[in-house]
């Protein structure tokens, strides 16, 4: 682990051009729920121009309506772009959206198309003058970093424990960024450690953050909450509890409201049937809502929950939700996630209750509203987990990148900008 850069000097010289960085994502730009490469894509670009390539496609393709939907999605943004104003989410002004035609498959017969399809993709950057920096959130990288003057990987998941996606390709392409890569960024412990054990030297822990300006602002006085604990978030087999949130739902019958809000997971290992048991229970599900209507919601209610199930891939997963429900002023109420029990240290407003037990009774010991104080007491610790600090640290990183390569001037003139590999 490696602490914050400090802030940077001035660009002087040779090197004084502001960099273009290359984003290698994991998701469509306008997917339903907002993730860490959303948040980081727009914080650069603040500062520097940017290209974000969506996701590669790791999970394997499924022929379900939501896949046939998203490949159809992908084929028209390929051809005719993206609007700016997106469905959930506009496009910064200095972000290109690239949507690449690659086949979502990343075995030896398809490397060599995937990799000519993506350069081909990513030719502006490559031909930039500027410094070019690669921030991929995605191992698969098709040797991009061979083009970059500095590159950083983002890792926010312990991929290979994911249910479809495939794991031998991320593996791989760990193993080569591993011996490639200037900095990597980890956002839990788990992840810095599953780092570490691959190979990666520098590491840096920068836990999620939220955007906790839209969920304060919508946040109600006392008088204005009801007894209601939210979920909100993907409705997914492979994360959430089910047999603890029926137990709740159970629970909560007489005393207060359990609410669901986000996407619904499709195909074999949906989330529908599971789902309607609950609001047979008495859950309601509000749909997926927009980050706003979102925070309106959680504005009103008294409790925040991250009810995972406990496997190696939760076990990486550092939940932004859990600042988002304390900027509302919710009490937030966890399994014993990892990064949640090291946050439940720090904070009486959150608990990581260690058995279902245990998470039933703390609900609702706390479902029911609490004082005007308390509410702002909560508020006021979430105000040090934003977008607002943690994008100018990232910009500082972007800085640095391209003054480090000018320091660090060894190869002969006539190598000068020769793809590194």
Not at 223 to 242: E, I, V, Y
Not at 339 to 344: L, R, T
Not at 351 to 357: D, K, L, M, P, V
């Amino acid at each position: 682990m490696t602490t914050p850069p400090s802030p940077p000097e001035p660009h002087s010289g040779a090197g004084s051009a502001a960099p273009t960085i290359l984003v290698l994502g994991t998701a469509e730009w306008n997917s339903p729920i907002a993730t860490n490469q959303h948040y980081v894509v727009r914080e650069l670009a603040r500062d520097f121009d940017i290209h974000f390539v969506e996701s590669l496609g790791l999970r394997r393709v499924r022929l379900d309506a939501k896949d046939v939907t998203r490949i159809a999605k992908r084929l028209r943004h390929s051809v005719v772009g993206h609007e700016k104003t997106a469905t959930y989410r506009p496009i910064p002004d200095r972000v290109n959206v690239i949507s690449p035609l690659i086949v979502p498959i990343h075995q030896a017969p398809t490397r060599l198309p995937n990799r000519l399809l993506l350069e081909r993709a990513v030719a502006e950057w490559r031909r930039s003058p500027s410094p070019r920096i690669l921030w991929t959130f995605t191992p698969v990288t098709y040797g991009l970093e061979q083009y970059a003057d500095y590159t950083l990987y983002h890792c926010v998941d312990i991929f290979q424990a994911f249910p479809g996606i495939d794991g031998s390709a991320v593996s791989a392409g760990e193993q080569k960024l591993a011996n490639r890569v200037d900095l990597t960024i980890g956002t839990s412990g788990a992840v810095t450690a599953h780092l570490n054990d691959v190979g990666f030297t520098e590491v840096l822990t920068l836990p999620n953050v939220a955007e906790i300006d839209v969920f304060s602002a919508a946040s109600q006085p006392a008088s204005q909450r009801r007894p209601a604990a939210l979920f909100a978030g993907n409705l997914t087999p492979h994360k959430l509890d089910f047999e603890l949130l029926r137990t709740l739902a159970t629970a909560l019958q007489g005393h207060g409201e359990l609410l669901l809000a986000g996407p619904i997971a499709a195909g074999g290992g949906g989330f529908d049937r599971e789902l309607a048991e609950l609001e047979r229970l008495g859950a309601r599900y509000l749909g997926m809502l927009p980050l706003d209507q979102l925070a309106a919601a959680a504005g009103t209610c008294s409790v925040g929950l991250i009810p995972y199930s406990l496997n190696d891939y939760t076990a990486g997963v550092s939940p932004l939700k859990c600042y988002e429900y304390l900027s509302s002023g919710l009490s937030v109420i966890s399994t014993p996630i990892p990064d949640v029990v090291q946050a439940a240290q720090a904070t009486e407003h959150i608990t990581a209750a260690t058995s279902a037990a245990a998470f039933v009774d703390e609900v609702l010991a706390r479902i029911q509203p609490v004082s005007d104080d308390v509410l702002a007491d909560r508020i006021r610790y979430a105000s040090d987990f934003g977008w607002s600090s943690r994008g100018g640290l990232l910009r500082e990183i972007a800085d640095r990148m391209p003054r480090r390569a000018d320091e660090a001037v060894t190869q002969p003139a006539g190598d000068a900008g020769r793809p590194r590999g």
